[in-house]
């Protein structure tokens, strides 16, 4: 890529189609404040939600990612296309687990021991 695209305002997402977090209503105006809550501290109706959202999420196909199911070689450099539709839950999976991992710089540079997921430098 040779440019990008900064949203304003309260927009966020890949195509400035969604509303930052915090805020709702057709301009994203509306602040709406959640609180994340400990789930050892949920009632028993709480967690029986959380859990059914769990479960929706693995069986609700993403509408926005798709991922590759073969290597740009297998794809033979582009020309035939290797992808799979992804669940929600998967698709949040694997997000976390490459926010965790090592982080490849340019050339061979590689930062260890970085975790995107659960700290930020």
Request: hydrophobic share 35%; net charge negative; aromatic share 14%.
């Amino acid at each position: 890529y040779n440019r990008t695209c900064q949203c304003q305002g309260n927009f966020m997402g890949y195509n400035c189609g969604d509303c930052k977090f915090g805020f709702i209503g057709p301009n994203c105006t509306v602040r709406r404040t959640m609180i994340r809550k400990e789930i050892f501290r949920m009632t028993a109706a709480e967690k029986d939600k959380f859990i059914a959202y769990l479960n929706l999420a693995k069986r609700t196909i993403s509408p926005d990612y798709v991922i590759a199911t073969g290597t740009y070689e297998q794809m033979s450099n582009g020309s035939n296309p290797l992808f799979a539709d992804i669940n929600v839950y998967d698709l949040f999976v694997w997000l976390h687990y490459d926010a965790s991992g090592d982080a490849f710089l340019e050339g061979e540079l590689v930062w260890r021991d970085i975790d995107f997921a659960h700290e930020a430098p």
